[in-house]
Structure formats: structure tokens, C-alpha cells
């Protein structure tokens, strides 16, 4: 599966659910999920997201690897928060985009 990591949080950027065919990003105050089990790896999204925040789960950066469990722990919390339409990212985001170690600011 592919899997949202670190530099989406505070972001949220959301281009990437619009190109999603089985639409699998689930969403949170502040960061968005994908299920592992719904995602089909086609790779659409990856190049969508313009904080470079999704990878392939065999290519998560070093450091970030407790992303592939958060993506399946929170895309189960947040399940009646699918989203498929893009919109406004957060008001601070373009502040926010490349600022290392954003986990602990994840809403949840
Ligand atoms: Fe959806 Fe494809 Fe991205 Fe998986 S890789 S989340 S199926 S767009
Ligand atoms: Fe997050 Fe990038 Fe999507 S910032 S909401 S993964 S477009």
C-alpha cells in the first residue's frame, strides 16, 4: 500500500484524494490516512501531493516507518471521515510544508 508520512500533518494539502479510483484517504484535523487494505497501488496519488508526503510503504524514508502502522491504525478510527473531493488546504500549510518531525503535532 502506499501510505501518507510526516509531511502531511499540518498540511493537508488534499490534491491526492482526488486522483484516488478506489477512493481510500480517510481524514483527520489535520492529517490524512490511507487504508492499507483499500489501496491498490496504482501510484496516482504519490506525484499529486505537493509536500512529496506520500510514498510506497517499501519506501517510507528512514525515520518515518511508524507511518504504515498509523495509516492503518487511524483510516480505521477515522472511517466515517472518508474524503474524495479535494479542498482548501490548512491556512498555514505553505508555513508548515518541509518542517522535520511533525508527528508530534498529528490531531487525533
Ligand atoms: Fe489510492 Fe492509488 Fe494512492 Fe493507493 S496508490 S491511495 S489506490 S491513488
Ligand atoms: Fe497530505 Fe499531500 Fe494529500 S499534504 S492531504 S498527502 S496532497
Redo the contacts with the bound molecule.
Keep these: ?2 501510505v501518507v508520512t510526516d509531511n502531511c500533518v499540518k498540511c493537508k494539502y488534499t490534491d ?1 484524494v482526488e ?4 477512493d ?2 480517510y481524514e483527520g484535523p489535520n492529517f490524512l490516512v ?1 487504508h492499507p487494505d483499500e ?8 506525484p499529486e501531493c505537493p509536500a512529496e508526503a ?1 510514498y510506497s510503504e517499501d519506501e517510507v524514508p528512514a525515520g518515518q516507518e511508524q507511518y504504515i502502522e498509523l495509516n492503518a491504525e487511524l483510516s480505521e478510527e477515522w472511517a466515517d471521515n472518508n474524503i474524495t473531493e479535494q479542498k482548501d488546504p490548512l491556512p498555514d500549510a505553505a508555513e508548515w510544508d518541509g518542517v522535520a518531525d511533525k508527528l508530534q503535532y498529528l490531531e487525533r
Aim: charged share 10%; glycine share 0%; aromatic share 10%.
Design positions: 500500500a502506499f491526492c486522483v484516488c479510483p478506489v481510500c484517504f490511507i489501496c491498490i497501488d496504482c501510484a496516482l496519488c504519490e506520500i
